[in-house]
């Protein structure tokens, strides 16, 4: 896929995903008390918590400090975030464009 085709994937997609922000949890220790997941707010007894995605490291073959940068990079990458880069990639290709730099 080129770079149209993987922001265009990513549009389809992105207004049907849970809004942000979201939220790496899990301090070492609460993997077993639903801190393992990246979630829709910072503890699981807020009314509002939504888990996004289950990343534990007793889970996978992966190790602690692994599953702990997994679960940021993913609350990292949360739609609102995801639609202000491909916001910005689309202005500066404009600009690109503008001045004759790209096609």
């Known amino acids: 896929m080129n770079v149209t085709e ?3 994937a ?5 207004e049907s995903a849970t809004p942000g922000p979201w939220y790496g949890r899990g301090p070492k220790g609460s ?5 393992g997941c990246v979630a829709t707010t910072t503890t699981y007894q ?10 534990r490291s007793h889970s996978s073959e992966i190790s602690y400090d692994q599953a702990a940068a997994n679960r940021e990079f993913i609350a990292a990458c949360n739609p609102e975030n995801i639609a202000i880069l491909i916001s910005a990639y689309k202005e500066m290709q404009q600009k690109l464009v503008a001045h004759g730099l790209a096609g």
């Open 6 to 8: 993987i922001i265009s």
């Open 31 to 35: 993997e077993s008390y639903g801190g």
């Open 46 to 55: 807020d009314i509002n918590f939504k888990a996004i995605a289950d990343v």
């Open 10 to 14: 990513i549009e389809q997609v992105i």
